[in-house]
């Protein structure tokens, strides 16, 4: 098993920042990729980005082109979003997952298979 702790939401101001941090525990050695979803009530569950832990390659979704920045930390088993120019519209609650299978692309949330519980981000405009 895995577990994922995502921590450093809270409350901003737009065009502020934050630093998201995920920590990975347990059977973490056959992961392939970590990434970051986000969830706004009544919508569905959006892919934000993602990291490959062989050669570090990164994608993001529309939304975090320009802005967000995932990076990570192989010894630390830690996945980071640092998101700047944050809007009332990246309010959500920001998931990390994990993915233990090698696949084409992570870009959706059938790619991964370990979650966290969620932090909260809110952006007051």
């Known amino acids: 098993q895995v577990q994922l702790v995502e921590s450093g939401g809270g409350l901003v101001q737009a065009g502020g920042s934050l630093r998201l941090s995920c920590a990975a525990s347990?059977?973490?050695?056959?992961?392939?990729?970590m990434g970051w979803f986000r969830q706004a009530p009544g919508n569905e569950r959006e892919f934000v980005a993602t990291i490959r832990r062989n050669g570090g390659r990164t994608d993001y979704g529309d939304s975090a082109k320009g802005r967000f920045t995932i990076t990570g930390d192989n010894a630390q088993k830690t996945v980071y979003l640092q998101m700047d120019n944050l809007k009332p519209e990246d309010t959500a609650v920001y998931y990390c997952a994990l993915a233990v299978y090698y696949r084409n692309d992570y870009l959706g949330r059938d790619k991964y298979d370990y979650w966290g519980q969620g932090t909260q981000v809110t952006v007051s405009s």
């Open positions: 347990g059977r973490t050695f056959s992961r392939f990729a």
